[in-house]
């Protein structure tokens, strides 16, 4: 079955930086589309960032500049470098792939930002 789980998640003060990961299994992880998201408390879930399976990549103009969105298909793993951090960057964080016609999600990971 599809399984993703993310980690790399915590506490950290304003213009610093974390990178997430999510191991994923129970599909051919290179060949989708990978995807982080973002819900913030009383806020819709937000798509960050977007990795083909060649690599291309896309943003959120709230991230750009300062998040990275990798891949290691060797590793079935997705990460997510988020340099700059602002408190507004504080949300829970998901990994997601399309298969057909369904989304998986992760558990997801909370990311805060204070100081």
């Known amino acids: 079955q599809v399984q993703l789980v993310e980690s790399g998640g915590g506490l950290v003060q304003p213009g610093g930086s974390l990178r997430l990961s999510c191991a994923a299994s129970?599909?051919?992880?290179?060949?989708?589309?990978m995807s982080w998201y973002r819900q913030a408390p009383g806020k819709e879930r937000e798509l960050v960032a977007q990795?083909?399976?060649?690599?291309?990549?896309d943003y959120a103009d709230s991230v750009k500049g300062r998040f990275t969105i990798s891949r290691d298909n060797d590793k079935n793993t997705l990460y997510l470098q988020m340099n700059s951090l602002k408190p507004e960057d504080t949300a829970v964080y998901y990994c997601?792939?399309?298969?057909?016609?369904?989304?998986?999600w992760g558990q997801g990971t909370q990311v805060t930002v204070s100081s």
């Open positions: 997601n792939v399309k298969l057909g016609w369904t989304r998986y």
């Open positions: 990795i083909g399976s060649g690599g291309s990549t």
């Open positions: 129970g599909f051919i992880f290179s060949t989708y589309v």
